[in-house]
């Protein structure tokens, strides 16, 4: 979308035969079929993205039989889990990654991002 708004007096220009069927397509039928465009005309609207993941989610709620769906946070714990299955509950935290922010400091430890570092 970005290259069409920056761009598309060039492309009618050099591409006369099929400029008017494009933008028909840029202007009108993309943005019907996926929603609007981004604020900045790059990348995903993550607006659209973000209301469409919330519909499903509440889809599911309503939809799934209630004996058959868990709705979990990671902050309930290995109870509510274990309990859904029909387990007993495991000893210890539940397994992470990036607690704190540490992946960052694990990369700064790495021999192979230190390599490949841009000074």
Same mark, same amino acid.
């Given at each position: 979308?970005?290259?069409?708004?920056? /761009?598309?007096?060039?492309?009618?220009?050099?591409?006369? /035969?099929?400029?008017?069927?494009?933008?028909?397509?840029?202007?009108? *039928?993309?943005?019907?079929? *996926?929603?609007?465009?981004?604020?900045?005309?790059?990348?995903?609207?993550?607006?659209?993205?973000?209301?469409?993941?919330?519909? /499903?989610?509440?889809?599911? !709620?309503?939809?799934?039989?209630?004996?058959?769906?868990?709705?979990?946070?990671?902050?309930?714990?290995?109870?509510?889990?274990?309990?859904?299955?029909?387990?007993?509950?495991?000893?210890?935290?539940?397994? /992470?990654?990036?607690?704190?922010?540490?992946? *960052?400091?694990?990369?700064?430890?790495?021999?192979?991002?230190?390599?490949?570092? !841009?000074?």
């Amino acid at each position: 979308m970005m290259w069409w708004r920056l /761009h598309s007096g060039l492309y009618r220009w050099i591409f006369n /035969h099929s400029s008017r069927a494009v933008g028909l397509y840029m202007d009108w *039928i993309r943005p019907i079929l *996926i929603g609007p465009e981004s604020r900045n005309f790059w990348g995903e609207n993550m607006d659209i993205h973000r209301l469409k993941y919330r519909m /499903h989610n509440q889809y599911v !709620i309503n939809n799934c039989p209630k004996d058959k769906l868990l709705v979990w946070k990671l902050e309930d714990g290995w109870e509510p889990v274990a309990k859904f299955l029909g387990k007993p509950v495991p000893k210890g935290p539940l397994p /992470h990654k990036n607690r704190l922010g540490g992946v *960052i400091q694990d990369l700064e430890n790495s021999p192979d991002y230190q390599n490949n570092k !841009i000074n």
